[in-house]
């Protein structure tokens, strides 16, 4: 009978269930106290006792900082995280169109990075090359998507900062995920995407040598 | 919007529309005579970013409907396509009424770069769309490896298997009752005694003793048996291989990074800049989903989950003013016990892992879940630095192994050029460190990937 007892739990444990995580040793050492993120504090009765783990059952650890909060990176990087000061408007963005200004070089080691963010963060709707034509453009999921190098080839570096800020008709803000620096560092290349998508020489300092430079935005009869 | 270039454009139109008008006179209006082949083109291209073809309002109200709808002359409707707020100036009564009710939520359109013949066009195609060609089903080339339904017959054919076993013991048991009642009938008619009652342990171990070399045999096969399940199950503690936990939205990997082409850290766009990597919050699945409503496979069931969980309204295309956002409770799938520290940024951003290192082909998957190593080393193909390992995922075993045959790139970052430097300083008189720089490459380890504080603190 112990055997057979013995038997059936052995049997018991080789059941997979692809909903349980599969065997702790040493639970207590598996939750922290201190607060983490992605941390259930309702499973953790070891350290707060049932009553209070059930009060904290489902809720985030993970908070919103207060209001106001400026997020400090230390160095230079400090002053590219203030607060934004234009609003979410229609005037606030042409405001931004004409005031806004990257506080970034133009040169390798921002165009680089902005390249690489840009491969992340866009091209699933907006393309590899800035023409509008992503995966999910292609797919017929999302469409309309402008074109760097022709409908919005005179766009100004601030609106774009106004559109990654707020977001822009379907687009939507991508302030969440993307730094201040970063989003400056995208505004770099999509700059090299409106002038055409072909990446400027550099010297050896890193910056653009002034022949390949991307070109002032020139008048043009394209509204946008 | 550049105030600059209207009266270029303006000019533009007049002569395509005088050149046109002197061509044929049948081009007399916008809403006659448009070529709606040619208005798809044009309506992809301008219009349907914001506007549907039908009522669907998407980042602005949708267009069907609008011959019946526009109230203002013709070349008030060209006007307000090409420059909206100088049509509004005009001070139509039907401008204006669509100014008060459209500007405040969705903000000025765009003034569009068009002519009235491509309007023309355009209204053509709006009402009168040509049938809907079917979207290319890219599902073939993007298959998913995991089947929804998989894990629940392994189960039951062990709950069948006890139950017989049970059903088994309880007509064994009876048997011998019988057997036990019969027997003492026999003795009664044949006026013999009645057989005193035996416990069934008794029973059983007379039965035993009698037949000890099957028993001991069967024994030893149990003990066997149970020693060798015993420490696979033992060496399962702790492995969480397979894990796939039930998610409260049907989220397919497959469809998001595999077909449209979504990069990992779109949505886990903490992992290079922080410990987690992060699991996506809902204004992240608004970016794309405030204009994706239906979905591929679960139509608006699922998506619509996102909606209720923010206060989106996919009709109006409006989010709900002072709704009481309901957080997407996600149950997290890699877990590492409190007493390990991992940093995502540490192995992303400095050490340029590939994602697939640790979490397989993702691409491929329904919802999250823990790759066995197996599964990871065979994607060696498609991505030549992957390290291949042999420890189950997620264990140290497999951590340990992995820092011992990572090599890192000195050059990459300053910090591990300063280790590197140390450890050339120390390495005189030091035969140990002296080992290290025998086969030419500077693993994890021996900069200090092995040490316990590194991970655990």
Known sequence: MVLFAAFAVMMGSCVTDPNSPGLEYMPDMYRSPAIEAYVDYGMDTYHFGNDQADSLSNTLSARKPAPGSIAYVGGDKAGLNMPYPYPNTMDGYEAAGVGLKSPLATNKVNIEKGKELYTIMCTHCHGKTGKGDGAIAANGLIMGIPDYSTKLKDLPEGKMYHSIQYGKGLM????????????????????????????????????????TAVAAPADSTIIQ | ??????????????????????????????WEGGDPVKGEQLFNANCASCHKINKEVLAAPGLGGIAERWSASEELLVQWIQNPQAAAASGDPYIKSLVERYVPTFGWMAAQAVSEADIADIMAYVQNPPGKTEVVDTGDACPTIDDLDQGSSNSSATIWFIILFVLFLIIAVSASNVRFSLNN?????????????????????????KNLVFVSLIGLFVVAYVAVVGYQSAMDVGVYEGYRPEQPIQFWHSIHVCENEVDCQYCHSSASKSKHAGIPSTNVCMNCHKGIKNGKRWGEKEIGKIYDAIGFDPTSGQYIENYEEKPI?????????????FNHSQHVAVGGLECQNCHGDVAKFTVGRIAPVEEINALIDDYPTLIQLSKPTLTMGWCIEC???AEVDLTKSGYYEEIHNRLKKEIRGNEELRNYLGDDKVTVKELGGWECSKCHY
């Open chain 1, 172 to 211: 939507g803000s991508h302030a969440s995920q993307l730094s201040q620096l970063e989003r400056w560092q995208i505004i770099e290349y999509v700059k090299v995407l409106q002038a055409g998508g072909k990446m400027p020489e550099f010297d050896a300092a890193g910056n653009v040598m002034a022949a």
């Open chain 2, 1 to 30: 919007m550049n105030r600059h270039s209207f009266g270029p454009s303006w000019y533009r139109s007049l002569i395509i529309c005088l050149f046109l008008g002197f061509v044929s006179s049948a081009t007399a209006g916008v």
């Open chain 2, 185 to 209: 009938a026999m003795r009664e008619s044949e006026g013999g005694e009645r057989l005193a009652p035996i416990s069934y342990g008794m029973q059983i171990r007379a039965w035993a003793w």
């Open chain 2, 329 to 341: 409770a996600w149950t997290k799938v890699h877990n590492l016990p409190d007493h390990v520290y």
């Open chain 2, 403 to 405: 820092h011992n045959k």
